[in-house]
């Protein structure tokens, strides 16, 4: 199972980015899939979540911000970060679940200035 994350990058505040997670060895479009965040210092904390249906949920801290979305197509996971606070800078993970254990993205840093 490989995980790709990319689209990190520096940004002012109210700037927007859009992270992509490419998986590989996976029958994609029957998983569940997620963005985590690890902030310098802190635990690595759920962001946004969607089920294999297309069903999504997301902190209340980024509701109305960030929008999780997939293309089961391209095996493909996105994370568009609209209104970006410096709050938000961290290292952004893709993760899912296969066969019972955790698997995750290489991490793709985002850092916010105000």
């Known amino acids: 199972v490989q995980l790709q994350a990319s689209g990190g990058g520096s940004v002012q505040a109210g700037g927007s980015l859009r992270l992509s997670c490419k998986s590989r060895?996976?029958?994609?479009?029957?998983?569940?899939m997620a963005w985590y965040r690890q902030a310098p210092g802190k635990e690595r904390d759920l962001v946004a979540s969607?089920?294999?249906?297309?069903?999504?949920d997301t902190i209340d801290s980024v509701k109305g911000r960030f929008t999780i979305s997939r293309d089961n197509v391209r095996n493909t996971l996105f994370l568009q970060m609209d209104n970006l606070r410096p709050e938000d800078t961290a290292v952004y993970y893709c993760?899912?679940?296969?066969?019972?254990?955790?698997?995750w993205g290489q991490g793709t840093l985002v850092t916010v200035s105000s």
């Open positions: 993760n899912t679940f296969w066969r019972g254990s955790p698997y």
């Open positions: 060895g996976i029958n994609f479009k029957i998983h569940q």
């Open positions: 969607i089920t294999s249906a297309g069903a999504t």
